[in-house]
Each structure stands twice: as C-alpha cells, then as structure tokens.
C-alpha cells in the first residue's frame, strides 16, 4: 500500500471529521485520517441516552483520568475522553453551544485576527442543519443537524419559571451572541438519536476515493526532517509499525489531551517536561501542554416532592418499559435526554461585565456517571465558572505511545476560582428559594443542610462536590509569533515548524462561556478554509 499521502489527519474526532470532509473535496489530494478507536457500530453511540454506557468504557473512552487536585480536597477525576470515530461528540452531552460573542472578541483583542464574533458567525452558521432554519444566527444544510429536545418534564418548567423570579429572562436560544437567561438546551440529534461528528461530516464522504481512514491505530510521534514535518508514525492494531508520509501538511486534530501528547512524544514542548519523560527535545515550545483549561461543575442535588423525575421511572420495570416502548414508537422520551435539558446562565455576583456561571439542571440525581440514579425524587442543579483563572497542565510520562499521560487541571487554584464557586452554590440556594419551587418543598442533599453560607465552609463544599465538565482547552493555544507561550499562529500553524498545524479545542487561547463541541466545529471548519486558501495561494 502507498503510504505517501498530500494530507494527514491525526484524530477523526469532531475536528479530525471536518478536516477529513473539507480536505478531501479536491479528488486530486490523497488523505489518510488515523483513528485510534474504532467504528461506532454500537448501538449506544446512536441512542442518546447512550452517553451513561459509553462514558467510562473503553470501548469508547480513552479512560484518563486526573491526577490528585488539591483544589478538590485530593480527590482524582476521571476525564473522558471520547475513542471512536466521532471522537467525543459521540459520547458528549449532545449540547448545542457557542459561547459569548465576548469570548471571540476576546481572541481577536489577543492579536487574532479572523477570530472574532462577525468572523466566526458565518463559520458556527455553514456547520449547521438548524430546525429554526436559514436566518441570522442560524445555517441549514451544513453537517451538524441540531433539534429543540424530544421530551418535557414540568419540574424543569418550574425551576425555569424560579431563574425569571429571580431575575433571569427567559430565552429561546442561547446562541446570539449573548447566552444570559433561562432555556431548554438546542441538542445535535436528528428525530430522537445522537448526531455525531462522523455521522454529520465523516460518514457521508467515506466513498471518496482519495480519502484513507485507518481506526483502531495509535499514533507514535512525527516524523521531522529539515525543520518540517515529513509524516508520521504509527502502530496498527496487528503490532506493525508503519510511516506515511505527507507531501502538504500534517494536521493535528486529537484533542486537548491527545495532540499534546503527539506532540511531547515528537519532542516539541518544555523541555524540562520532555527530559523529564526521557524524550530528546527536538523544538522547545513552552506553551505546549500549558495553559489547560476546563469547566468546574459544583454538581448540588435536591430532593423534591410532588413531581416526576427520571429517578422515580427508571426503579420500576413499568417505568423502564414505558421508556423503551416510547422511544422504539415515536423516538421520544427519556431515552432521547441529553445529559442536561435546561440551562441558565447568569452572573455569580452583580460585578460581573455578563454571565459568568452556567446551570445545567437535571431532572435525575446520581452520585456520578456509571452509578445508578437515586431511589428517591431528585433533581440535579449544576454551575460551572465559565471563565475560570485556574491554569493546569498536559504532560507525556515517558515516551511509549501507550503510556498514560499526566493530567492536572488544578482546580479551584486561583482566589476568584474559589470566590466563584462560593457564590455559584449561593445562587443555587437562593435560587431554589424561589416561590415556584415552593410546591415541591425542594431540600438540599448535596452539598447538604449542615454546609454553612459562609466563604471558607462553601469553598470546601465546592472541593468536595466539583466535578469536570468535560471541557478540556488551551494546551496548544493560538498566539502571535513572538508570543513565547503560544503554540500556533493565527492560522494555526504551529510556531517553528513547516507543515504542521493543530486544528481542535487544544489551540483556544480563553475557554469559551459555554460547552464546548460547537466552538471545537467552527475552529475545525475555518481551519480547513485557512488550509484550503493558504494552499491556493502557494
């Protein structure tokens, strides 16, 4: 077989997906795409309550996790990551999300240009199959179809109808730009399943035969020569080790964990780090698995009376039944949740310039994912700091491509961190305050009655209760040339290097103020367009 390819992709993740679709148009360029897992013929990749299988299995979950955080009072967190094509729009909570036209101004202010919000609006529209149609927000006809949610539950009417007594408007949709108020969450399915990323963008152009994908491969390191990259060298499931090699550029698309680790492996990053892990430095990039940022979640539960939650149909077979039958009938139903279905996005204290906390608001409770739901009535109210200040890292450990990496987020390491942790569990208290709860006598069981309001009981409540979002960035963020921290240019690039770029959620250089799989589909589109033109020009 020829291994010599115009274009290769590392990872058919979210990103890796629409680079394989985009870099592929032209017939004349051959294109490998290299997958670590493998297909998504599992039937819970498609039903979308599938998520509770799949996270935590290896058959679809690289199974990472934290290192011991002090900011969570020691404990470690598994950190999934998605392992089949899809990458984790296969496994992610289906939540379709831009963030805050803010965020993208922001990269702009940095020195990016091409990155703010009029530059990025048209890219987020062109991904999209929106049910509200073609308008000024919103695309039809792009890969990523995304649905208003197939099922209502009256306890989350009702703790939206508490946000607005509060003060939070009722919205919509939260993507215009400013995502401030109370809503049910716009999700990537189409008619009651799951709309991944291959579904959308890799699956429709597999016929293509200029286009290559390998799964279930593990990607070794690149391949340097003459201060470029040349190709890239990977194992196959059967134990062989093979080179391809590229004539245009190498695309590195395996995420906020992945790409750093291909790319400690290849010798380019701190070299402390690289010593460290036995791995001859090759360019020394200091920004290369720094700057880590994720979404802390104090996930705080309440008991209720007087209202349905998915806790009290799952423990009867009735329940259970009925669940199934409504999903195989109509494809509506519990089965057809999203992980969250309403959201609110508010300010943790009234100094905030916008929204700097988000709710995700369950109609269940459980201890964690892989447990099974309370047998009592409950339901979950989650905030996460969007913005946070806390800055962790990515590292290899050695330079086997099996070898698990380090991970340490370092949570709740910064004074606002903490100060909006406090305050976002005292908008949770007050919020469930509110007289439209006031029926289902709503009573806090995490992080419990006994946790005072004070700021040193609620910071340590939060250490105990926080858990990720799922919403790693940053380890390879974009930045100006003489920006010693930055990894890649504004055309993503990587700084130092001929014929490489890094192309997924890792090249953020400010997390965005929401989820974060829509944000890594618009980087993913308009990199394809900088490749595409930039090899026109040449």
Known sequence: MDMSFDDIVVGAGTAGCILANRLSEDPARRVLVLEA????????FHIPVGYLFAIGNPRAD????????????????A??????????SAINAMIAMRGQAADYDGW??????GWGWNAVLPVFRRIEDHFLGEG?????????RVEAPRISWPVLDAVRAAAGEMGVPATDDFNRGENDGAGYFHVNQKRGRRWSAARGFLKPVMHRQNLTVETGVLVDRLEIGDGRVTGVRFRRADGSEVVATVRGELVLAAGAIGSVQVLHRSGIGPGDVLAQAGIAPRLERRGVGRNLQDHLQQRAIYRISGARTLNDSYHTLFGRGLMGLDYLVRRRGPLTMAPSQLGIFTKSDPGRDRANIEFHV??????????????????TVAAC?????SRGTVRVTGPAPEAAPLIQPNYLSTEDDRRVAADALRVTRRLMRQPALSALRPEEYLPGPSVGDDEAALVKAAGDIGTTI???????????NDDPDAVVDARLRLIGLDGLRVVDASVMPLIVSGNTNTPTAMIAMKGADMIIEDRRRT
Do not use: C
């Open 37 to 44: 897992g493998g297909t998504d013929g599992w039937i819970w």
């Open 62 to 77: 690289w199974m990472f996790s934290t290192a011991p955080e002090p900011g969570l009072n020691g404990r470690a967190l």
């Open 79 to 88: 950190y999934p990551r998605g392992k089949v094509i899809g990458g984790s």
């Open 108 to 113: 702009e202010a940095l020195g990016l240009p």
């Open 136 to 144: 000024p927000y919103h695309g039809a006809g792009g890969g990523f």
């Open 362 to 379: 369950q109609p269940l409770s459980l201890d964690r994912f892989g447990t099974p739901l309370h047998r009592f009535s409950a339901i």
């Open 385 to 389: 700091n969007l913005r946070p200040t």
């Open 470 to 480: 799922f919403h790693p960035a940053g380890t390879a963020a974009m930045g100006r």
